[in-house]
Nanobody
């Protein structure tokens, strides 16, 4: 079955950096685009970044453009989110996502807290 397992969340000070990882299994990883979403407390889940199956054409939310970088390693079935210059508004649970034939699959998320 499809599994997505996020890791790397932590408490970090404003201006700091984190790298999130998502380990994927149960599907042909190199065939599908991948996405990172986030959900802040009392807010709707929002798309942060997505990347095509071959690693091309990353797309970012305006709120993270220039600070976050999505990447993937098809040999390891991994997708990453490098987050730089974090600010308190980035505090959220971050989720890895894949859409396979119209079905959405999610990991359990990893918590990022940006606070001094």
């Amino acid at each position: 079955q499809v599994q997505l397992v996020e890791s790397g969340g932590a408490l970090v000070q404003p201006g700091g950096s984190l790298r999130l990882s998502c380990a994927a299994s149960g599907f042909i990883f190199s065939s599908y685009g991948m996405r990172w979403y986030r959900q802040a407390p009392e807010k709707e889940r929002e798309l942060v970044a997505n990347i095509r199956n071959d690693g091309s054409n990353p797309v970012y939310a305006d709120s993270v453009k220039g600070r976050f970088t999505i990447s993937r390693d098809n040999s390891e079935n991994m997708v990453y989110l490098q987050m730089n210059n974090l600010n308190p508004e980035d505090t959220a649970v971050y989720y890895c996502n894949v859409n396979i034939y119209g079905l959405e699959y999610w990991g359990k998320g990893t918590l990022v807290t940006v606070s001094s």
